[in-house]
């Protein structure tokens, strides 16, 4: 029996997804985050979108990890082979009905006055997810 009562999320297009943070132009990688007139970007997302894309004559790509849904958000963890740091990934918050991007472990600034109390708490949530899984990754403990 269908429950007409649960919300339907369309599939995000990871593969589109990871092309644009990959090799997109600033306005394509721009164009993935969440808008509305009153959002005004800060150049500090702008450079932490840049940790996705791909240096030059790199010939390895960002793959998904792994995903975990909470409300209406989704978390994604990016093998980025580039990243400099011990841990090989990083995270999206993704909005599922529309695949756009609210944050990296939690959400921009500048989206919290747009957020609702209930959305705040659901990345939140995922943000926490993130937090256990790159502890967990870098001390090689489960919890």
Do not use: C
């Not at 599939?11 to 007139?37: F, K, M, V, W």
């Not at 390895?60 to 975990?68: A, E, F, K, V």
């Not at 921009?108 to 993130?130: D, R, Y």
Request: zero cysteines.
């Amino acid at each position: 029996m269908l429950n007409f009562w649960k919300r339907r999320y369309n599939e995000i297009n990871y593969n589109d997804l990871l092309r644009t943070l990959e090799n997109g132009s600033l306005d394509e990688t721009h164009s993935l985050l969440a808008q509305n007139q009153r959002i005004k970007y800060l150049n500090g997302v702008e450079s932490m979108l840049e940790k996705y894309r791909k240096p030059d004559g790199e010939n390895r790509n960002l793959t998904l990890h792994s995903t975990q849904q909470h409300g209406e958000f989704e978390l994604a963890i990016l093998n980025v082979p580039w990243n400099s740091s011990s841990l090989p990934f990083l995270p999206l918050i993704l909005q599922r009905s529309s695949g756009t991007i609210y944050g990296i472990m939690l959400p921009f600034n500048e989206l919290l006055p747009e957020l609702t109390a209930k959305q705040q708490s659901q990345i939140g949530e995922l943000g926490m997810s993130w937090t256990k899984f790159a502890i967990e990754h870098q001390i090689g403990v489960k919890f």
